[in-house]
């Protein structure tokens, strides 16, 4: 089969390697779809820790071709989606239920082989059902809806509650929908690309600025800014030091800031103690989708979330190593590769 391979930091390319084998509780799944995030470029530049050589992809999707003898649940024929995540279950952090920060946690596409190939391994435990109707792009999506649900949880917005989304990437544009299901009545994104910010107001969004423009929490918090004195809850979904630094000048008093945007490894921001302290903010981590996986697939089943519009283009496996070892083509959103029918 067709995979693609990160070798090192900095070498990525297309090989033939020999179809995986699924063990007795995991599934061998034929790729339909597997979405391009950003720690993948982050992957192939050394700024997330990975082990390769390994098969990069853990956004994807696709249909059961075979099943381990222990499998129960599951056909042959099935449309699945998997939740890369893979928990001991025996450490400190799994029994109090924080899997997302087990200590041995095992990432496909990450840590073991991923979606950017024909077939995927999948354990059985991680492996949701997704209905034979749904599109099969759709399914690509329920891992970054999931990490955005658990931001989303974090945060608690209440309804009529006011939000700021930093970052209008598919996790900004997911986290809009969200803020706009849990109730928020006034949703900003930032995001200096006209094109996702028309997109933002398409999905919910009732306002949108752009950075380009003047400041950020000048033009949204400021005295003649859209909200004076700053908003409920701030969501950072870019993951760039200078909207890390502005999300906590974006809070209120007593607000929240949900960290969602992955940063590059080693990267270092400012920000001012005695403020956080003085007015008495929550800055929060949001680390990947701890039980929310499912609720991510039923989202996208439901029809309740957007999915089409935040699709920039497809491509085949060939094209994947370029897609990752570049930077997002302007006003690009998300990148899905889908390998030819094997």
């Known amino acids: 089969?067709?995979?693609?391979?990160?070798?090192?930091?900095?070498?990525?390319?297309?090989?033939?390697?020999?179809?995986?084998?699924?063990?007795?509780?995991?599934?061998?799944?034929?790729?339909?779809?597997?979405?391009?995030?950003?720690?993948?470029?982050?992957?192939?530049?050394?700024e997330f820790p990975c082990r390769p050589p390994v098969t990069p992809g853990h956004e994807f999707s696709g249909i059961?071709?075979?099943?381990?003898?222990?499998?129960?649940?599951?056909?042959?024929?099935?449309?699945?989606?998997?939740?890369?995540?893979?928990a001991c279950g025996r450490c400190d952090h799994c029994h109090a239920g924080r899997i997302n920060l087990c200590r041995n946690l095992n990432a496909i596409g990450i840590h073991r082989d991923g979606g950017f190939a024909d077939y995927v391994v999948l354990p059985q435990k991680q492996?949701?059902?997704?209905?034979?109707?749904?599109?099969?792009?759709?399914?690509?999506?329920?891992?970054?809806?999931?990490?955005?649900?658990?931001?989303?949880?974090?945060?608690?917005?209440?309804?009529?509650?006011?939000?700021?989304?930093?970052?209008?990437?598919?996790?900004?544009l997911l986290t809009v929908q969200l803020a706009r299901l849990a109730g928020a009545s006034t949703i900003i994104l930032s995001t200096r690309q006209a094109s996702r910010r028309a997109l933002a107001e398409e999905l919910g969004a009732t306002s949108t600025v752009d950075p380009s423009a003047g400041d950020v929490v000048d033009m949204i918090c400021g005295p003649a800014g859209l909200i004076p004195g700053g908003v409920d809850v701030v969501f950072e979904c870019a993951g760039v030091?200078?909207?890390?630094?502005?999300?906590?000048?974006?809070?209120?008093?007593?607000?929240?800031?949900?960290?969602?945007?992955?940063?590059?490894?080693?990267?270092?921001?400012?920000f001012e103690p005695f403020d956080l302290l003085f007015r008495e903010l929550k800055v929060l981590g949001s680390f990947l989708n701890p039980h929310t996986h499912r609720r991510a697939a039923?989202?996208?089943?439901?029809?309740?979330?957007?999915?089409?519009?935040?699709?920039?283009?497809?491509?085949?496996?060939?094209?994947?190593?370029?897609v990752i070892a570049n930077p997002p083509a302007p006003g690009e959103v998300k990148v899905l590769v889908v390998p030819a029918r094997v």
């Open 241 to 270: 030091r200078e909207t890390v630094e502005q999300s906590m000048r974006l809070s209120r008093a007593g607000g929240t800031v949900v960290i969602v945007g992955v940063t590059p490894q080693g990267m270092k921001a400012e």
């Open 64 to 86: 059961i071709e075979a099943v381990g003898a222990g499998v129960s649940g599951f056909s042959i024929g099935d449309r699945v989606t998997g939740d890369p995540n893979i």
């Open 127 to 172: 492996a949701f059902l997704l209905p034979a109707g749904l599109p099969p792009t759709h399914g690509a999506f329920c891992e970054p809806l999931g990490c955005c649900l658990h931001g989303l949880d974090l945060a608690g917005i209440r309804p009529g509650g006011s939000v700021v989304v930093l970052g209008g990437g598919v996790i900004g």
């Open 1 to 46: 089969m067709k995979a693609v391979r990160l070798e090192a930091v900095g070498s990525i390319t297309l090989r033939d390697i020999a179809k995986p084998v699924p063990g007795p509780d995991d599934l061998l799944v034929r790729i339909e779809a597997c979405g391009v995030c950003g720690t993948d470029r982050h992957l192939f530049h050394g």
């Open 298 to 322: 039923e989202l996208i089943a439901s029809g309740a979330i957007e999915i089409d519009r935040l699709i920039s283009r497809q491509v085949p496996l060939e094209e994947a190593p370029a």
